[in-house]
């Protein structure tokens, strides 16, 4: 009998190993889902806990055929975060492209956001993430908005 106990255990332990163990990839997509989480929760300490201490964002725009790059520091917009609503802000992500090499990698996200439940633009997320002490950062993150051709 004791035999049967310890085979059980070992197995559940290994199943359970196995079972929870996250890829890289999956390590990635979870940092920025857990960025958009925040976002829809309002919750602006849980966003800016994705981000590395030296990221980047700006966001690419065209108006009159002219192509403007925008910055926005990290604190401003965990502070704007914070100040929503839960639900308000909600950004639908799908995830086009995940590549890693060792402690860099970057994700392709082609989204829509909807604010207070309406749709508001679309556009594409491009990132560049650092793992740093075993955990993925957003070190940059930049993107486009539109209104048109949104998928």
């Known amino acids: 009998m004791p035999k049967i106990i310890v085979f059980i255990f070992s197995f559940v332990l290994v199943f359970s190993f196995f079972g ?59 502070d704007f975060v914070g100040k929503q609503p839960k639900g308000a802000a909600d950004e639908r992500i799908t995830f086009d492209l995940v590549k890693i090499d060792a402690s860099l990698a970057i994700a392709w996200t082609p989204y829509q956001f909807y604010y207070n439940g309406k749709f508001s633009h679309c556009g594409v997320d491009s990132y560049q993430l650092v793992r740093i002490n075993g955990s993925w950062k957003i070190q940059y993150l930049i993107d486009t908005r539109r209104k048109e051709g949104c998928k």
């Open 20 to 78: 929870y163990a996250q890829s890289d990839e999956e390590s990635v997509k979870a940092v920025i889902n857990k960025m958009f989480t925040a976002m829809k929760d309002g919750d602006s300490k849980s966003l800016s806990e994705c981000f590395a201490d030296s990221a980047i964002l700006q966001s690419v725009s065209e108006k009159d055929g002219k192509i403007s790059i925008a910055n926005e520091a990290v604190k401003d917009f965990a």
